[in-house]
């Protein structure tokens, strides 16, 4: 399948919910699932030998660390011991070349999926206690955020930056894009990360110019193809 071809898809996988999850599934497979089963380890810092017990204390600090607060590389991931389950965040994937998977369990069928996308810009997944893996492809490190932190409203949203949170990274209100071709531009209101067919709230394919009111109700926002979006009310 072609890179335009699966573009097409991950825009318009919601607009319906049969369709949403067969279009992405068939993009998963086709950039396939399997790939370093090693799990992510953080890198730490070399401490030197101290006296009088330093060592051991040194010791404890690391084992405080969260284990999974990062998530590293493309592989399979076991919930629980490779990734904790949690809130997570990858920026910077272009051309939807980043494709995540959560999976209720290691067959590697369709009917295993609970939840993919092909991402351009920042993406955000919640990874639940009740996943057993976690997959990911071309989508660099995941980071791990708290899910009630905030953050500086933006007021400005670039039009394929992909996942926005809405009190974090975007400021509830009206937002206007223009510019968009060949209905290239899907843009979607989200109560949550988990990325179901059951979170979207709205969603839309649009040629021309876009107006989208975000709820400060709303969990996230997501466009991608659009026209710089900014706020106009």
């Known amino acids: 399948m072609s890179q335009q071809q699966r573009n097409w898809f991950a825009r318009h996988k919601v607009l319906t919910a049969a369709g949403a999850v067969v279009a992405v599934i068939a993009i998963g497979a086709a950039m396939g699932g ?99 893996l976690f997959k990911s492809t071309g989508c660099g490190t995941w980071e791990a955020v708290d899910a009630k932190a905030k953050g500086t409203l933006g007021t400005t949203l670039k039009g394929d930056g992909g996942m926005f949170k809405v009190g974090v990274d975007i400021a509830p209100g009206t937002y206007k894009s223009t510019g968009n071709k060949d209905a290239e531009c899907y843009w979607e209101r989200a109560k949550d990360a988990s990325h179901g067919t059951d979170s979207i709230l709205a969603n839309d394919n649009v040629t021309g110019t876009a107006i989208v009111k975000v709820s400060a109700s709303d969990g996230y926002f997501k466009s991608s193809g659009c026209g710089d979006w900014a706020k106009t009310g």
């Open 34 to 132: 399997g790939g370093d089963t090693d799990s992510p380890t953080a890198g730490a810092k070399q401490e030197q030998p101290a006296k009088q017990g330093g060592g051991k204390k040194a010791q404890d600090k690391a084992a405080d660390k969260p284990k999974g607060a990062t998530i590293d590389g493309d592989g399979d991931f076991e919930v629980g011991s490779d990734a904790k389950p949690g809130l997570y965040r990858s920026t910077g994937n272009k051309d939807a070349g980043c494709y995540w998977e959560r999976a209720k369990d290691a067959s590697s069928e369709t009917d295993s999926i609970l939840a993919n996308d092909n991402v351009t810009g920042t993406a955000y997944v919640e990874i639940k206690a009740t996943d057993k």
